[in-house]
């Protein structure tokens, strides 16, 4: 079946803008969590969803970075007023449930210059 | 502090030479292990889980094992095709079940 797809795959942006990421997980999956890998470091985990409640929103770096996830399905990652040090490939994973295997999508290149 | 560390950070092996990629953790309560082979401009694809110690897993020239402290990714007979770069996973108790704490990966290269 059709994995976890993101769009775009990339982007760029200017300092000062907003961006908007978008996630389609595996369908059928209820759990969907985004994850950031910057140059040469491992990935970062930002947010994890479970249906449309995102319980656990640690790893979010600052208050300019907010997600959302409407009818159990897609999300949006969203970054108001981007900095040149959110650049990095923002990647998106689902699981069938929340201690499941997570699933990839490819990811978005976020270029802000 | 829940931690993985990979070693080594980078391998170079000729076809057919065999080797290991290590992944020590320390982390409250493992809940299950996790590797993943990501290539140049892709996302992460899994490989496998391990949940317990002494558990193995084998999927063509990789084989996944597991101790109280670390994991070994087992390379047999590599060929070039296997070039990537591998990342190890923990999910642990301690930080709830939901997210994964990886490693920063070991890149592979294999060369003819």
């Known amino acids: 079946g059709a994995g976890v797809s993101q769009s775009p795959s990339n982007k760029v942006t200017e300092k000062g803008k907003d961006v908007e990421l978008r996630c389609d997980p595996i369908?059928?999956?209820?759990?969907l969590y985004w994850y950031r890998q910057s140059l040469g470091q491992g990935l970062e985990f930002l947010i994890y969803?479970?249906?449309?409640?995102?319980?656990?929103k640690s790893g979010l770096p600052s208050d300019r970075f907010s997600a959302e996830r409407t009818g159990g399905s897609v999300s949006t990652l969203t970054i108001q007023r981007t900095q040149q040090e959110d650049s990095a490939v923002y990647l998106c994973?689902?699981?069938?449930?929340?201690?499941?295997?997570?699933?990839f999508g490819p990811g978005t290149r976020l270029l802000v210059l | 502090e829940d931690q993985v560390t990979q070693s080594p950070e980078a391998l170079r092996l000729q076809e057919g030479e065999s080797s290991s990629l290590n992944c020590s953790y320390t982390?409250?309560?493992?809940?299950?292990l996790f590797w993943y082979r990501q290539d140049p401009g892709k996302g992460p694809e899994f490989l496998f889980t391990?949940?317990?110690a002494g558990e193995e897993k084998e999927k063509e020239r990789l084989k996944a094992t597991l101790t109280k402290k670390e994991s070994f990714l087992h390379i047999t007979a590599p060929k070039p095709e296997d070039s990537a770069t591998y990342l190890c996973?923990?999910?642990?108790?301690?930080?709830?079940?939901?997210?994964?704490?990886f490693g920063a990966g070991t890149r592979l290269a294999v060369h003819p």
């Open positions: 982390v409250s309560g493992l809940r299950g």
């Open positions: 969803f479970q249906g449309n409640s995102a319980p656990d």
């Open positions: 996973a923990v999910q642990a108790v301690s930080r709830g079940y939901n997210k994964l704490i």
């Open positions: 994973a689902s699981s069938f449930g929340m201690q499941e295997t997570q699933y």
């Open positions: 369908s059928g999956h209820t759990a």
């Open positions: 391990l949940y317990s």
